[in-house]
């Protein structure tokens, strides 16, 4: 684009931008005007205008952004957070974008958002978050069926392009430099009868690149320059002979020194090397483990090639291939698996010879192989197996080069070697947490951040260069999406606090406490560490606690701060101070069938008021709620309410009136007691069955109700208001929860919901019921009529919600986000 053409699209942007009402853009603007935007670069200009970026299509701005703006650097926040959030926020009303974007930018910028100035019409704004820095991909292409091979090439004309294999046997070319067009259709689409599992390119004598695409056991040559077939090749691997084949066989292409292409198939124990022209077999076939009898794989261990190959160049010219395997010992009685590691074979192509065998270091099956330049030129293997843990070897030692790579979330499950900018390469790993990783080989250490795929796992990688020399690592999604990264867009601003939190409990201020000098809030992630946080600001209080299981319970004491109660019935309920950061007291058991760990311990329910102004802990074994007095440790032995038959979960909340009551469920009903004088207060007979949970829902100066959630629904129940209905339902809401068990003899989990619930207040001072779950939308319910008022995507899973300091916190499937109305 020249100078004189760029220059007017700016001015027709910024006058365009200047010009547009936040209230009603015309259709041209809301479609047309991230066109201008992006011809010009004028990017900066539309996030500096907040409420007309609001009021553009986010699918359209979006498009432009990836188009034009992506992996060049620079791209502000708020347009980074519409490219990679567009359908999020094409769900939501123009209203709540700020606030989608805003969760977005905190996710990938990595430092809790801005706080900024609520919009009128907007029902939530953002506080604070503490969420685990990911880099979210653009989403390129939908193929409406999951994607399991993808390969980016180079043609002899200098184009590349990107192949993608989906399962319903379909492959779809884009020319690289269009694919990032949304209105572009693929150049090439070829369709066959199975699932397309392998994508590779094989050269012609003449250097012609030609894709060659497995499907089931027959591979098939393509010329993308005529758009011809050029041969089909039958893969038999001999299974006729008593050997175990693989249903789809593994294979990769692999060149001979003198240049000629060839197709190495592996099978349970060798592999042999196919012509792809022919379709015949051809030179020396790989003789890998032996096959063994059960009597002799007892005796001796056994080993099996697994379809993990990696042909390697060695600096004499020599060509290996390196197939990835398993070595089993079996157990001497019944001959199954007892243990199994990795274990890699390497074999001359030209003369068939075994080079050389090792064993990996990896506990279970190999999951990963292929190769990387090192700085110095030698190419390395790149392996990966159990733990989450990428080893290097050298091929000529073979030797380990270099450190073990550590810092994958899971265990890896797919590798690949991808070109970054400048020519630079790097080692991209996908791990069963579907977060991708690039490392820089020669050091171990990671490159830019973590890159969280959207919706899915990733089942196939590539590297995409463009001509204007963006480079993008794409992954091929479950969910039949395209979808890229640019590694290189920012450093890594990891939050190390931040991780998935399961429960979060709230300690009130105490006057002349040190840290209790405030309001805080408490998270337990999903490692069981224990966090302390200042609730209006996200602030660190104090530091992490290991080894705090379960959901804990604050315990106020009438002399001195608020303690938590922890605990999660594998061992003993223990009190923590946190002001001292020590454990003060346990909760001691004679029983000795729980000393010796074949019963569960007892479990906090709750803090309830005591006698002469005191507090005890209210706890269950499952089956009876008892009481405990945290000043000796010893449980108060006059007070047991039974849960019923068939126990659900036990839980207390506040009346009106300043009352604590304790509320039991179970298969046949609810009951509410009270603690002081043990007498049953309330009833509501209902069949209960697993997994229903009943959770307290309670607003300031206003009856509580009690949420009763089974797999469908949410029932607000009111047993204290006198003009209640008569089955006491007080409203219906279309939101339930499904667990991943459906035994209704299964016990409940004590202060583990699989649906989070509580009551807030909205800024008209509106009370209202906050629900959310696995879809990660928080949903805002009118309690006297169950309809739905409003609905916010926070894009992470809900796991627990609070409402406390005039805020509704959520612990999320990727941190702590703070809203406020």
Not at 64 to 84: F, K, M, N, Q, S
Not at 496 to 509: I, N, W
Not at 594 to 611: G, K, S, Y
Request: charged share 20%; proline share 7%; aromatic share 4%.
């Amino acid at each position: 684009m020249t100078r004189s053409s760029a220059d007017r699209h700016r001015r027709i942007a910024q006058s365009l931008i200047a010009a547009t009402s936040a209230d009603s853009p015309n259709p041209y603007v809301t479609h047309h005007l991230a066109g201008h935007v992006a011809e010009a670069g004028a990017w900066q200009d539309l996030a500096d205008a907040p409420d007309v970026l609001d009021r553009l299509e986010p699918r359209a701005v979006a498009a432009e952004a990836l188009r034009l703006g992506y992996g060049r650097g620079g791209l502000p926040d708020p347009i980074t957070a519409t490219l990679v959030a567009r359908d999020l926020l094409a769900s939501v009303a123009p209203e709540d974008r700020a606030t989608v974007r805003a969760l977005t930018s905190a996710r990938f910028v990595g430092v809790p958002a801005a706080a900024e100035a609520p919009r009128g019409d907007a029902t939530w704004s953002v506080r604070w978050t503490r969420l685990r820095r990911d880099l979210l991909p653009a989403i390129v292409t939908d193929c409406a069926s999951p994607v399991e091979a993808l390969r980016a090439f180079t043609l002899r004309d200098g184009r590349q392009l990107l192949a993608v294999g989906t399962q319903d046997g379909r492959v779809r070319l884009w020319d690289s430099e269009s694919v990032l067009d949304a209105a572009m259709s693929p150049v090439e689409e070829l369709s066959y009868d199975r699932p397309v599992h392998t994508l590779e390119t094989v050269a012609t004598p003449d250097g012609s690149i030609l894709l060659a695409s497995g499907v089931g056991r027959t591979v098939h040559l393509w010329d993308p320059v005529t758009q011809s077939a050029v041969g089909t090749s039958v893969l038999d691997t001999d299974a006729g002979s008593g050997e175990r084949s693989f249903r789809e066989p593994a294979w990769r292409a692999v060149s001979l020194p003198d240049g000629r292409p060839l197709i190495a198939v592996c099978d349970t124990n060798n592999v042999r090397l196919w012509d792809p022209f022919t379709g015949d077999p051809v030179g020396p076939q790989l003789i890998g483990p032996e096959s063994l009898t059960v009597k002799q794989a007892i005796s001796d261990g056994s080993d099996s090639l697994d379809g993990v190959l990696a042909p390697v160049t060695l600096p004499d010219g020599r060509v290996l291939l390196v197939v990835g395997g398993t070595s089993r010992v079996l157990d001497s009685i019944d001959g199954s698996t007892d243990f199994e590691f990795g274990r890699l074979w390497a074999w001359d192509v030209a003369t068939g010879e075994l080079v050389w065998s090792l064993r990996t270091g990896y506990s279970g099956t190999l999951t990963a192989l292929t190769t990387v330049s090192l700085r110095d030129g030698r190419e390395a293997l790149a392996t990966a197996g159990g733990g989450g843990v990428v080893r290097l070897f050298d091929p000529e030692g073979p030797n380990q080069v270099g450190e073990w790579l550590h810092g994958n979330g899971a265990d890896v499950v797919g590798a690949s070697t991808v070109r970054l900018r400048h020519g630079r390469a790097a080692l991209v790993t996908v791990g069963g947490d579907r977060t991708v990783r690039a490392w820089d080989p020669a050091t171990g250490t990671l490159l830019g951040a973590p890159m969280s795929a959207q919706n899915s796992g990733v089942r196939a990688l590539t590297s995409l260069h463009l001509a204007d020399g963006r480079s993008f690592v794409a992954g091929g999604g479950e969910d039949g999406t395209v979808q890229l990264w640019d590694p290189e867009s920012a450093g890594h601003i990891d939050d190390p606090l931040a991780g998935p939190v399961d429960h979060l409990v709230s300690l009130p201020a105490r006057p002349g406490a040190i840290l209790q000098s405030r309001p805080l809030l408490a998270s337990v992630s999903r490692d069981e560490t224990l966090q302390l946080w200042e609730a209006s600001s996200g602030l660190p209080m104090a530091q992490p606690l290991p080894d705090a299981p379960g959901r804990p319970v604050a315990v106020p004491m009438a002399k001195g701060p608020t303690l938590l109660a922890l605990g999660d019935g594998n061992g003993p309920i223990r009190l923590w101070d946190p002001e001292t950061h020590r454990i003060v007291r346990s909760m001691t058991s004679l029983n000795p069938f729980r000393r010796m760990h074949l019963i569960d311990f007892a479990t906090a329910v709750a803090a309830v008021p005591w006698r002469r102004g005191g507090t005890a802990v209210a706890v269950t074994d499952g089956s009876v709620v008892t009481l405990w007095d945290p000043a000796s440790g010893r449980g108060i032995n006059n007070r047991r309410f039974p849960m019923g038959f068939r126990p659900l979960n036990a839980a207390t909340m506040t009346l009106p009136d300043g009352r604590t009551v304790l509320v039991t469920s179970s298969k046949d009903g609810i009951r509410l007691w009270d603690t002081r004088t043990g007498a049953r207060l309330a009833e509501w007979t209902r069949e209960l069955v697993y997994p229903s949970t009943v959770t307290p829902v309670t607003w300031p100066d206003a009856n509580p109700l009690l949420a009763v959630t089974d797999k469908t629904s949410t029932r607000l129940v009111d047993l204290f208001s006198e003009d209640a209905p008569q089955d006491r339902v007080r409203a219906a809401l279309a939101v339930g929860s499904e667990p991943e068990m459906a035994r209704s003899d299964r016990p409940m989990i004590f202060g583990r919901h699989p649906h989070a619930i509580a009551g807030c207040l909205t800024r008209a001072g509106r009370r209202m019921v906050a629900t959310g779950g696995d879809e990660g939308v928080l949903r805002l319910w009118e309690p006297e009529t169950g309809e739905l008022v409003h609905a916010l995507p926070v894009g992470a899973p809900i796991n627990a919600l609070l409402a406390v300091d005039g805020l509704l916190v959520i612990g999320s499937g990727d941190g702590l986000i703070a809203l406020e109305s």
